[in-house]
């Protein structure tokens, strides 16, 4: 019977070791070469939305502050909106070995305001962190705000951004991994929502 009992506590302390040492091995080869578990389409949602979303959720506060009752509502929706998409990016990203929150991200602060360009131009925002080259992905361009503050420029500027987000969540709805294509199309509605609440038009033919 002792034999019985030593031979067993054996094999479950083997299996705890294994385990063990399996997540570890795992752990170390996300902190040491970030292979991520998504595919490039995947990797390219994460890197451009958590780059887009944080900086208009930070801008929304500026806005609330100094823009028409229509901006101020519109802007209402976008930090309630992403404000609620940043949170569940985080878990996935976590689950699935994605750097997350991306590197680098730049908010919105008065000092940036007084940097933008008159013109709003994109601006490139590379991700610095390693990460695995078979799901590289382009630059994120992160569209920036005018360099003076205007309902009509900040409308303009969220109705681009929103539709990259939606564009963004498009394409992550058609992935081959279940559970991120699940939570992009349990948001393809409410991001259609906001894209109409901030002035954006549907393609006619876009369901053709």
Do not use: W
């Amino acid at each position: 019977m002792k034999l019985n009992t030593l031979f067993v506590a054996a094999v479950l302390a083997s299996t705890t070791l294994s385990s063990c040492v399996f997540k570890t091995a795992d752990e170390r080869q996300l902190k040491y070469t970030h292979t991520s578990l998504v595919d490039g389409d995947a990797y390219a949602f994460f890197r451009q939305v958590g780059t887009i979303v944080p900086y208009e959720v930070s801008y929304t506060k500026h806005v609330e502050t100094v823009g028409s009752a229509k901006a101020k509502e519109v802007a209402g929706k976008v930090a309630q909106v992403f404000g609620e998409i940043l949170p569940q990016m985080d878990s996935l990203a976590t689950k699935f070995h994605v750097d997350f929150p991306i590197r680098g991200v730049e908010l919105y602060s008065t000092e940036t305001a007084t940097a933008a360009t008159p013109a709003a131009a994109p601006v490139a925002v590379v991700d610095t962190a390693a990460h695995d080259s078979a799901v590289d992905a382009e630059p994120v361009v992160l569209a920036k705000h005018a360099d003076v503050y205007s309902d009509d420029a900040y409308l303009h500027h969220i109705q681009h951004q929103v539709a990259v987000v939606k564009e963004q969540f498009r394409r992550l709805s058609r992935n081959t991994n279940k559970e991120l294509r699940d939570f992009a199309q349990g948001k393809a509605e409410t991001i259609a929502e906001l894209y109409t609440a901030v002035g954006g038009k549907e393609d006619a033919h876009a369901h053709h």
